[in-house]
């Protein structure tokens, strides 16, 4: 009779663990955590890196999305740490004007929407913040190896996921950046 109950009291348990698993999906929480530490742990590795280079002239692509807002598509040109030139790469992504997208009333969730911010300097910049302001914002980060500048980024909102918290798709800024070239002197 005793082992009965404690087969029955093991397999509620059980039972309740996979439910719980399947409704609120607490190891999608315990991995975002990790994610947010190892952002926290490879940032200032990756930004001392970026900063013993000396490159303050270079050229890259980022491709991004600011989800109703914008979709950043351009070639960019630094010179002295400043955005010089945009080549647009493909217009037919953008959802407002270019002359509308840094509307200071959208506050720092449209850092995508202004080229002028795309400087690795800033892009740190906007990886510190949110780790300091927002940590639990972070979605996902990648640094370059050789160079250590940010490649990926993807902050928005964190939900667990799980069948009584659903993954929201479209809740993220996000971007890439590719074909880095620093510039010789």
Request: hydrophobic content about 40%; glycine content about 4%; charged content about 15%.
């Amino acid at each position: 009779m005793k082992s009965k109950k404690i087969y029955l009291a093991a397999t509620i348990a059980v039972i309740s663990l996979l439910l719980i698993q399947v409704l609120y999906n607490p190891i999608s929480s315990v991995k975002h955590s990790l994610t947010i530490s190892n952002v926290r742990g490879q940032l200032p590795q990756a930004r001392a890196a970026w900063e013993s280079t000396g490159i303050t002239d270079y050229t890259f692509e980022i491709i991004g999305d600011a989800r109703s807002i914008c979709q950043p598509s351009a070639r960019i040109e630094v010179q002295n740490d400043a955005v010089v030139k945009v080549e647009l790469l493909n217009t037919n992504l953008q959802i407002l004007p270019h002359d509308q997208w840094a509307d200071p009333d959208w506050g720092n969730e449209v850092f995508l929407c202004n080229y002028k911010n795309f400087t690795m300097t800033k892009i740190f910049e906007l990886v510190d913040l949110t780790l300091q302001n927002f940590p639990s914002s972070i979605l996902q980060a990648d640094f370059d190896a050789k160079y250590g500048y940010v490649t990926s980024f993807e902050y928005g909102i964190y939900v667990g996921y799980g069948l009584a918290r659903p993954k929201i798709s479209h809740c993220c800024n996000v971007f890439r950046i590719i074909n880095f070239q620093p510039h010789t002197q």
